[in-house]
């Protein structure tokens, strides 16, 4: 097969792209230094386009790989016919090869080959013929109480088994009836009986039936859930009159009695074999849909999250809040050493309480604490009430999304960094770390277990790790990393590198000190050019011999960087500092063989903002002050929130009350909105307004829809539930109410008309 033709057709790029990027693939060029530092050869073509590439390749690859398997099959069973072997060849899709594959596919006893091997396949193509022979008289000729043919009634049934399996196995017939039942078939969910208590979280699929084909892949995994749970039963309806008249025009032939008995071999065919046979398949291709779907949110919602902005090198106590057991505390400096640690209480009466608040002013002074990571667990809003009454000057208190710090805590990873701590210190320590550098501490933990993901334990694993693991590399390699401060799990990330270099660097680095330049990578045990080349660019090296070092300018490019600071006479360093000598770079004038514009504006970027973060700065928040339980809020409220995940049905806001809340896809804003991710971002903070609060089945309905009122927006006071002014936006909506604009266009077309 011709990949690239194949795969450029599909993809609507030109072969020659696609033959470059399965090169670099194949010499071990990776995505992220693909897009990066090949823009030319490739055509500019991005990390989703090299992924798309990389993926089908693999797939037609496993087609022909499974293609070969078959047809190696078929000549030792002494089947392959040149006819055979072109379908073989000509099949497109793994669907449609195991189509072709089926009759001839080995298998366990049936009644056809068990009418087979009575010796009624003659009878079954004289049947099939349909030529007005006289069946029953013809049936005599088989009858053999040897063979186990009694009569001629068995010996005609027989052979209609051997027809409906042919029937059943018709590559024609598959293909139609698999289309049919994707295009009109139905899921029709209920509960089992007595289990409807049991079953409350199922509630909305108790009686439920949609289309196969617009049916959205959350609710197709909570009805496989709730059917893998044994809560409901799940079923796929297809009404018998939408395929029955494919399987009559292709077999039957007449109203004789031939064609009586066709019938009845076909009919039986549908309902024993083929329906069944289709039902697993649809359920496999739903399932396979709705995985794809689930693990592209999945990925997107760890991607947004990985990139929430820093809040920098500070210093910082982490507190992991508990009531009975206490509050777990520790103090950690810029680089997110553990500097002190112990246990607070102060939510088992005031005597403890007291002592916790002088705890806390003790530690802050003493290592000089500029910002408080709160974790958002249980007992987190009460514990985040005790420290923002204690009235720190200069010290930010922010809470922290702990999902899966106590994964981190009792991993193999935790217990090498803090040998001589317990799981509570190793999970306070994270919270305070995620507030720092939410990415450098979340590649330490799975992310399966980093609390954006809805249906990630129901979906292909693998399917589900590769994604994610490209999620990670993406991330980590777009921001950078600082070779002489980075753990080695984030350095296993890294463009080139992997678990293994990223330990021999770690092991180098402690040995020979900080590196001083890139080009000192290479001595690193087993670190070969192959590697350099791949990793360089996306390690960064602070106050390095080179100060191209510090920025993502690969260090292929440096000549090129020197020559242009050669002709304008001054040094690389006047170029990183002096805009003006930027301004008079002639980029054109750099054009070369395997440079071109995409790169020297990359270069040119650089130069201005080194190593410069892509992620956005750090903003300070709080949730409403006395909203901390689900019996706290009231509907119409108004209140604060952060984006957790993102599904295709709308966003979870945490509103601080230990239960996120749903903003359906139809409430978040004022207009039309097709996918969420348009309107909101992980670790967004946006204002929320309560609609509807069901407390049995813990869910909280919100809004972001903004109540106008004239030029004011109505707010509701979370005390009161009183309506308040909000001062009114001078800025234009950028997604105006279609009335309104309407209403704009028309004032706008009787002014030009008749003058203001």
């Not at 400096?333 to 309480?353: C, F, M, R, V, W």
């Not at 971002?681 to 903004?706: F, G, W």
Request: hydrophobic share 35%.
């Amino acid at each position: 097969m011709n990949y690239e033709i194949r795969i450029s057709n599909e993809l609507a790029l030109s072969a020659r792209q696609v033959s470059t990027v399965i090169s670099l693939l194949e010499e071990g060029a990776t995505i992220p230094f693909i897009s990066r530092y090949r823009k030319e050869i490739t055509g500019s073509l991005d990390e989703v386009q090299l992924t798309e590439i990389r993926d089908r390749l693999q797939q037609l690859r496993e087609l022909d790989k499974r293609r070969e398997a078959i047809l190696k099959s078929l000549e030792e069973q002494g089947k392959l016919t040149p006819d055979l072997e072109q379908q073989v060849n000509e099949a497109e899709t793994m669907a449609s090869l195991e189509d072709v594959y089926l009759p001839y596919k080995p298998k366990r006893k049936t009644r056809a080959s068990v009418a087979r091997e009575k010796g009624l396949e003659p009878l079954a193509q004289l049947i099939l013929a349909q030529d007005g022979t006289d069946i029953k008289e013809a049936s005599q000729r088989f009858v053999d109480k040897d063979k186990g043919v009694a009569d001629g009634e068995e010996a005609i049934a027989g052979a209609r088994d051997i027809i409906a399996e042919t029937i059943a196995e018709d590559a024609f017939i598959r293909a139609q009836a698999r289309q049919v039942f994707i295009e009109k078939g139905h899921f029709v969910s209920r509960v089992v009986p007595g289990k409807e208590e049991a079953a409350i979280k199922y509630k909305d699929y108790y009686e439920w039936s949609e289309p196969l084909k617009t049916a959205p892949s959350h609710r197709v995994l909570a009805m496989r859930r709730g059917e893998k749970e044994e809560m409901l039963y799940l079923d796929i309806d297809v009404p018998e009159s939408e395929v029955l008249p494919i399987l009559d025009n292709a077999y039957v032939k007449g109203s004789g009695e031939a064609s009586t008995q066709v019938r009845l071999a076909m009919l039986d065919g549908y309902k024993r074999l083929l329906k069944p046979s289709m039902e697993t398949e649809v359920r496999m291709f739903t399932r396979q849909r709705a995985d794809e779907e689930a693990i592209r949110v999945f990925a997107e919602n760890a991607r947004q999250l990985l990139l929430a902005a820093p809040m920098g090198q500070r210093r910082v106590m982490a507190i992991d809040p508990g009531f009975r057991t206490g509050c777990k505390t520790v103090c950690l400096d810029e680089q997110g050493s553990l500097l002190e640690n112990t246990t607070i209480y102060p939510h088992t009466g005031a005597a403890k309480a007291d002592e916790a608040a002088k705890t806390v002013r003790l530690l802050v002074d003493k290592h000089r604490i500029q910002a408080i990571a709160i974790g958002n667990g249980t007992a987190g809003r009460e514990t985040e009430d005790f420290v923002r009454k204690l009235t720190l000057t200069g010290v930010i208190i922010v809470m922290v999304n702990e999902s899966g710090a106590s994964i981190y805590s009792a991993s193999n990873v935790a217990r090498e960094e803090f040998p001589n701590q317990d799981v509570t210190v190793r999970g306070a320590v994270s919270i305070g770390r995620r507030l720092m550098d939410p990415l450098a501490e979340l590649v330490k933990i799975d992310p399966k277990s980093i609390g954006v993901g809805q249906y990630q334990h129901d979906v292909d694993q693998t399917k589900l790790q590769t994604a994610l693991d490209d999620t990670v590399v993406s991330c980590v390699n777009a921001v950078g990393v600082e070779l002489n401060t980075a753990s080695k799990q984030i350095l296993s990330y890294v463009s080139g590198l992997g678990p293994s270099l990223a330990q021999q660097i770690v092991n180098y680095r402690n040995t020979h000190g900080a590196f001083r330049n890139r080009e000192s990578l290479k001595r690193v045990p087993r670190l070969g050019e192959k590697a350099f080349e791949q990793a360089a660019g996306f390690l960064r090296i602070r106050n390095a011999d080179n100060p191209l070092d510090a920025s993502a300018v690969h260090p292929e490019r440096y000549p090129l960087v020197e020559q242009m600071a050669a002709d304008l006479g001054c040094g690389v360093v006047d170029l990183l500092r002096d805009e003006k000598l930027r301004k008079q770079i002639d980029l054109k004038r750099y054009i070369s063989g395997d440079v071109g514009i995409p790169t020297l504006r990359d270069i040119l970027a650089e130069l201005a903002k080194p190593g410069r973060d892509p992620r956005e700065q750090f903003e300070q928040f709080s949730f409403t002050e006395g909203v901390n339980t689900l019996s706290d809020l009231r509907i119409g409220m108004r209140l604060p929130g952060i984006v957790t995940n993102i599904t295709n049905f709308g966003a979870f806001v945490d509103i601080g009350v230990h239960q996120d809340g749903l903003v359906h896809l139809s409430q978040l804003a004022n207009r039309f909105v097709k996918n969420p991710n348009e309107v909101v971002k992980v670790q967004q903070k946006v204002m929320v307004t309560v609609t509807d609060i069901d407390e049995k089945r813990n869910r909280i309905s919100l809004s972001m829809k903004n109540e106008a009122s004239g030029d004011k927006r109505v707010e509701r006071s979370p005390a009161t539930s009183a309506p308040k002014a909000e001062k009114s936006n001078d800025r234009k909506q950028k997604h105006p109410v279609r009335g309104e604009s309407d209403m704009a266009s028309k004032l706008a077309a009787l002014k030009n008309k008749f003058g203001s």
